[in-house]
């Protein structure tokens, strides 16, 4: 898990700006929303992905030599971002659950 973490380092800010600027659109928006928020966070996600791969690849021989693939690199970080846009989503959702908002 440490090798992951040390591969999202690469990610955290532009993905975390994502998630951000999609709970903001919630906090604005409606629940119905978060379908819509859904398919961005997956296809920035993927931008970014696709970016890494073309102009940062020679990152990824410190990761072959520690045993792990690209595969296995970008289903990590692409599980810690999700974990991490689906507890903040679920956090506003039950805040203004909760508040009445």
């Not at 990610?11 to 906090?27: A, E, K, N, R």
């Amino acid at each position: 898990m440490n090798v992951i973490l040390t591969f999202y380092r690469n990610f955290i800010w532009p993905l975390t700006c994502i998630t951000l600027i999609s709970c903001y659109i919630l906090i604005d928006g409606s629940a119905k929303d978060i379908v819509y928020l859904f398919w961005m966070k997956l296809i920035t996600s993927l931008f970014f992905g696709i970016y890494f791969e073309f102009f940062q690849a020679q990152q990824f021989y410190f990761f072959n030599n520690l045993g792990y693939s690209k595969t296995k690199l970008y289903i990590g970080v692409a599980t810690v971002d999700l974990f991490v846009w689906l507890l903040l989503t679920l956090s506003i959702l039950l805040y203004e659950t909760c508040s009445g908002i």
